[in-house]
């Protein structure tokens, strides 16, 4: 063993059933992204649903906030690659409200 080995934590994800849960969710938020009636309040309530998931995954696994931000912007960068992806200006907004969304699940705000 290398003597800085030990000094790197081993790192802890979400399990893959989650990531899809909440990749599909921001994707749905995203193609709706104002919150209003029909699809649009749809798609805001499965990405609530979708970050409380996560949010209680996150706690199981001892996950810490800053590792699901990491997470969280990781699941837009995927998105962005998609095409009409979270891109431009709202982008910068979505991204903010999906972390915002992340921290109060995780502290129960």
């Not at 990531?19 to 029909?38: E, K, N, Q």
């Not at 960068?77 to 907004?93: H, V």
């Amino acid at each position: 063993m290398a003597h800085d080995e030990w000094l790197a934590p081993e790192p802890r994800a979400l399990t893959p059933a989650t990531l899809s849960l909440l990749r599909d969710a921001a994707w749905r938020a995203w193609r709706a992204p104002v919150p209003g009636p029909t699809d649009a309040e749809d798609s805001e309530a499965a990405l609530r649903c979708a970050v409380a998931t996560v949010a209680a995954e996150a706690h199981a696994r001892d996950l810490r906030a800053e590792e699901l931000v990491v997470i969280f912007k990781g699941v837009l960068e995927e998105l962005a690659e998609r095409d009409a992806g979270p891109s431009g200006p709202g982008a910068r907004t979505f991204q903010s409200r999906l972390v915002t969304l992340c921290i109060k699940a995780y502290y129960g705000a």
